[in-house]
């Protein structure tokens, strides 16, 4: 940030203050006295309004990340809920980027105090201790995307509904990049559902402002949703940040979630980034996968190089979202939204996935834990320095503003479902004749009624007679066996017919499972590898430099394949030396074998 905020002016007094009064050798100055017991009760009225984790009663973990945990929490006076994600200092210094946290306050605090929050998760407050940074946010009780489709039978979604979620996805990048921001960690972990069943996105850990330049340390995110261009920067030691990456991840998140894999994914991560390298090659849709010619084409089209990728008003004007909205779709009825969640209190978290948080040591502690110590250095010097600026709390108009933006909303939704259930109940009312004169002319529209029904169930009737029949039909004696034997075979056949794809979509569901697993498994910490110069690199890179190795030698061995000589050295000399004369002849290669020298010796 390159601006002196209100929010710098208050962490530099307070980094002042305690560095003033907690180190040994100030603390003992004549003329550090005199300032702290001048303007101590001044410092004292201007921080006593802050916010602290002490306000809170911390309610139970709802998610973990790289540096820090997210934790629902009850504030104590107002008994309002929210969702307070808590960043250890200690770690995010050891980071390779240590003034990544503070750009993902700037930009949540730039997207509320645009009024963004329809869109993305609404920031509240931002406040820190001695050993932890906080970002207060709002509840969003329809726990995230990955959790809803990996509780489904399936693991993937009715295109109707992947239609909805990429659409309300594509609004929410297009605000965050007006506002000059990539998000660069766009996956269905990150896509939060609200109390209505709409979805914003979240987790801003990642995001950068666009155009700005990272090192190799800080570029990659998730390996299975990075866009190609931003391996390929890897070498350089430098990525620009671009929005077309955040929309190669929409078009990974579109495959996932219409066909249930991974478009990349292998079980080594330089496998994953040398797929990704090999796009244009790799990609293919399962010739069994239930999606519309539009859908196909609309991840062709996001899945492709930068230069042919979609932007933003590309997306919106493909003939996928053709029948969407784009300035209605937030105030659409509860019966268009694919999930409503069904909460039994305001504190339900029924929709986010806990077991793996079950048992997980916490990170936050409240104030009065005497753990706290342990970072007290954080209050004071230098390492206090990287955390000025942090401090935020969104004003009274804008606090205002939400409200009014909120019970508009809410009455929008609710004139929309009375409006709808006056049509419903409108149209139940003309549907059925009450006289004996509306009777008799409605009577052919009732017979047809009628044999639509008797048509639908048609098949399942037919279904059932011949399963009954199924059993009476086995043979039972020698000769009534021989003398069935080809229908048997007939029957058999027609089994194995109705079982195959059941047993195709039972082997692809497996493979989604696996899948999913490992990608729980994985974790966001960098392990490290030793170079060839014994230098140390993170993991990530070591995995994106052995994709590039092996997409290197698989090019030269598929050159060398097509090389006579190498494709002809398993035979004897003279073969060699007959088949490469007949190619030379024929103007295709060099007569001359690699070994003759050797040959012209020995004859």
Not at 139 to 166: C, N
Not at 280 to 296: N, Q
Not at 314 to 321: D, L, M, T, Y
Request: charged share 25%.
């Amino acid at each position: 940030m390159n601006t002196w905020t209100a929010a710098h002016q208050t962490d530099a007094n307070r980094l002042l203050f305690s560095l003033l009064t907690s180190d040994p050798e100030l603390s003992t100055n004549a003329a550090c006295i005199s300032f702290v017991q001048q303007h101590g009760a001044g410092f004292e009225a201007t921080t006593s309004d802050q916010q602290k984790i002490n306000d809170y009663d911390i309610v139970r973990k709802i998610g973990r990340g790289q540096f820090g945990d997210i934790e629902l929490c009850k504030h104590k006076a107002t008994g309002e809920l929210v969702a307070i994600k808590i960043i250890s200092k200690a770690e995010t210094l050891r980071s390779a980027n240590p003034g990544q946290a503070l750009v993902e306050r700037e930009v949540l605090a730039c997207l509320a105090e645009a009024g963004a929050a329809e869109s993305v998760t609404r920031l509240k407050a931002a406040f820190h201790d001695d050993n932890f940074l906080y970002l207060v946010q709002e509840y969003l009780p329809g726990g995230d995307l990955f959790t809803l489709v990996d509780r489904t039978e399936e693991e993937r979604l009715p295109e109707a509904h992947v239609k909805f979620y990429l659409a309300e996805l594509v609004e929410a990048l297009n605000v965050v990049h007006k506002l000059g921001y990539a998000h660069r960690d766009v996956k269905p972990e990150n896509l939060l559902i609200d109390e209505a069943g709409h979805l914003k996105l979240a987790d801003f850990g990642s995001a950068s402002k666009l155009g700005a330049s990272h090192s190799a340390s800080t570029a990659l995110s998730t390996p299975d949703y990075t866009a190609p261009e931003v391996l390929n920067a890897i070498r350089d030691g430098n990525v620009t940040v671009a929005a077309a990456a955040d929309l190669w991840s929409v078009g990974v998140v579109a495959y996932e979630l219409l066909v249930g894999e991974m478009p990349f994914s292998a079980e080594q991560e330089s496998e994953t980034y040398m797929n990704i390298l090999n796009h244009t090659k790799l990609l293919e849709v399962p010739e069994d996968a239930a999606i519309s010619t539009e859908a196909r084409d609309l991840i062709f089209q996001l899945l492709a190089p930068e230069s042919t990728r979609l932007d933003i008003a590309g997306i919106k004007a493909h003939p996928f979202f053709a029948d969407v909205n784009w300035e209605t779709m937030r105030s659409a009825p509860e019966e268009e939204v694919p999930t409503v969640p069904k909460l039994g209190s305001k504190d339900d978290t029924t929709y986010f996935e806990l077991d793996d948080l079950e048992g997980a040591e916490p990170r936050a502690r409240l104030n009065s834990d005497p753990m706290v110590a342990m970072g007290a250095s954080f209050a004071h010097g230098v390492a206090g320095l990287p955390f000025v600026g942090w401090t935020w709390t969104a004003t009274e108009e804008q606090e205002q503003e939400q409200e009014q933006e909120d019970v508009e909303e809410g009455e929008k939704e609710e004139a929309a479902a009375a409006a709808a259930a006056a049509a419903v109940e409108e149209e139940e009312e003309e549907a059925y004749p009450t006289t004996t004169v509306e009777v008799e002319a409605h009577k052919p529209q009732m017979i047809d009624i009628y044999q639509q029904e008797d048509n639908e169930l048609a098949a399942p009737k037919q279904q059932a007679s011949r399963l009954t029949n199924h059993s009476s039909s086995y043979p039972t004696t020698t000769v009534e066996v021989e003398a069935h034997k080809s229908q048997m075979i007939d029957i058999y056949k027609q089994e194995d017919n109705e079982l195959a794809a059941p047993k195709q979509q039972a082997s692809r569901l497996t493979k989604r499972r696996s899948s999913r697993q490992l990608r729980r498994r994985r974790s966001l910490v960098d392990t490290t590898t030793m170079s060839a110069q014994g230098t140390v690199i993170p993991g990530w890179k070591a995995a994106v430099l052995a994709a590039k190795r092996d997409k290197v030698r698989v090019e030269a061995e598929a050159a060398r394949a097509e090389d006579p000589k190498v494709k002809y050295a398993h035979l004897p000399e003279w073969r060699q030396r007959m088949v490469l004369a007949k190619l030379a002849k024929a103007n295709k290669t060099d007569p001359t074998p690699a070994n003759s020298t050797k040959l012209q010796t020995s004859g």
